[in-house]
């Protein structure tokens, strides 16, 4: 298995033909102090620590993060309006089979779970070459082209995201299992709904089988 290391203001560990699983926020959901404190205690703690630690170490800040965005007492709740909301759905589904094959999503109301896996893009058909796309570029189009049309619809100007997204690579089907289930019941664990079926913008792979 190979590994594909890259810096942006923390490190990731990005090996090949593995699953990732993206959490991404409104700007203004986590409150500035906050969101730097997390951010420090977490890079001094990864300083330090070996592969296996710096996995550990992620899951936990993503806990204490995410445990923060389901609590939604900071910040607006723009994903709560279903045009809005259906803006980022239409995308997430617009980019499946062009940069990523979609394996499941549950967008919240101040951010959003996604499960993807990368592919694989011809860079030089004559030559026979190949690559993947960058987790980071993809990201980018997905928040850029999202972050435009809902400030459209909200008749708004400014910063829509936060900056930063939470991401890790999905290590085996175990844990693939465990992600997916975390991600279709979000919606229930913060107390929007009784099953996760009555959330409407929740989506799985059918080839993921029954949940």
């Known amino acids: ?9 923390l490190p990731h560990i990005h090996p090949e033909n593995h699953p990732f699983f993206i959490t991404f926020n409104l700007a203004d959901s986590i409150p500035p102090a906050l969101w730097l404190e997390l951010k420090q205690q977490r890079e001094k703690e990864l300083q330090t620590a070996n592969l296996e630690q710096r996995y550990q170490i ?11 965005l ?9 994903l709560a309006q279903a045009h809005v909301a259906q803006i980022v759905a239409d995308e997430i589904h617009r980019m499946d089979g062009e940069r990523y094959r979609l394996l499941a999503y549950c967008l919240m109301p101040n951010h959003v779970h ?5 592919l694989v893009a011809e860079v030089a058909p004559h030559h026979g070459m ?7 570029e993809t990201l980018r189009l997905l928040k850029g082209r999202t972050a435009r049309a809902c400030n459209l619809a909200l008749n708004r100007n400014g910063k829509f995201w936060q900056h930063e997204s939470y991401d890790h690579y999905v290590r085996n089907d175990e844990e693939l299992g465990r992600i997916v289930a975390y991600i279709l019941h979000n919606p229930v664990k913060a107390g ?5 079926t009555e959330w409407t913008f929740t989506y799985i792979n059918p080839d993921l089988g029954e949940w």
């Open 70 to 78: 389901d609590r939604a007492q900071h910040g607006n709740h723009w």
């Open 192 to 196: 929007l709904a009784k099953e996760w």
């Open 1 to 9: 298995m190979s590994e594909i290391y890259y810096r942006r203001r």
């Open 58 to 68: 992620q899951k936990k800040y993503f806990g204490k993060y995410d445990e923060w």
């Open 130 to 136: 190949s690559k993947k796309y960058p987790l980071t």
């Open 114 to 118: 996604l499960l993807i896996e990368s």
